[in-house]
């Protein structure tokens, strides 16, 4: 892949497809065939990591007990989560639908290998959790590789960390950075569901950069 170069037309579909990625919740029923999930995890690890270390540990969620397991979680961290809101912010968050894991056929628990020798440290000794944003740049580039396939993706964050790793009984040194749900979704959105709902809105231009 040397000397690549990429269009005006190739830089105008990227912009849409970084424009038009939704975090979804709403999913068909329909199943994802097993060799397009594997193309887009193979694309995944292609993020940029520190130190080339991949910390990624994507596990495929498919055992029905231990989804019911993460609904379970998800319910009573939710509870406690509405909890904390007061007066209109309670009333709307009640209605929120923030998880699609019922719906969506396709699960992964994304963890960071907080242990691996990959990557020899390199880049890890002052900022230890640059491990954990590697996984967070490999998610995104599953994001984006899902859209451009016409699926949807939803990153679930109202769950507790620990119930997820015992129930999936991977290693302590696996910290959980992402739950994933992936499907066809059941509309396109022309933006963010939390702004269509009245929950927050996006900036309507970029901040500018700052000058140290």
């Known amino acids: 892949m040397t000397g690549k170069t990429f269009d005006d037309a190739f830089r105008a579909e990227l912009e849409d497809l970084i424009k038009w990625r939704r975090d979804v919740r709403r999913f068909k029923p329909d199943p994802v065939d097993p060799a397009l999930i594997s193309s887009l995890l193979d694309l995944a690890d292609y993020a940029p990591s520190v130190g080339l270390s991949q910390p990624w540990r994507f596990v495929e969620v498919t055992d029905k007990g231990v989804r019911d397991a993460v609904i379970a979680s ?82 679930v964050s109202i769950i507790d960390p620990d119930i997820v790793r015992d129930v999936l009984g991977v290693p302590n040194h696996w910290s959980l950075v992402a739950y994933l749900c992936i499907g066809y979704p059941q509309e396109d959105l022309a933006g963010p569901e939390l702004e269509r709902a009245g929950w927050e809105k996006r900036n309507a231009a970029p901040k500018k950069h700052i000058k140290g």
Do not use: I
């Not at 209605?95 to 396709?106: N, T």
């Open 74 to 155: 998800y319910e009573q961290c939710n509870a406690e989560a509405l909890a904390t809101y007061e007066g209109d912010d309670k009333a709307l968050y009640a209605k929120l639908k923030l998880e699609g894991l019922r719906e969506a056929p396709v699960q992964f628990a994304v963890f960071c290998d907080e242990e691996t020798d990959k990557g020899k440290g390199l880049g890890r000794q002052t900022m230890p959790e640059m491990l954990r944003y590697s996984v967070v740049t490999a998610v995104h580039t599953l994001w984006l590789a899902a859209r451009a396939a016409g699926l949807g993706m939803g990153w």
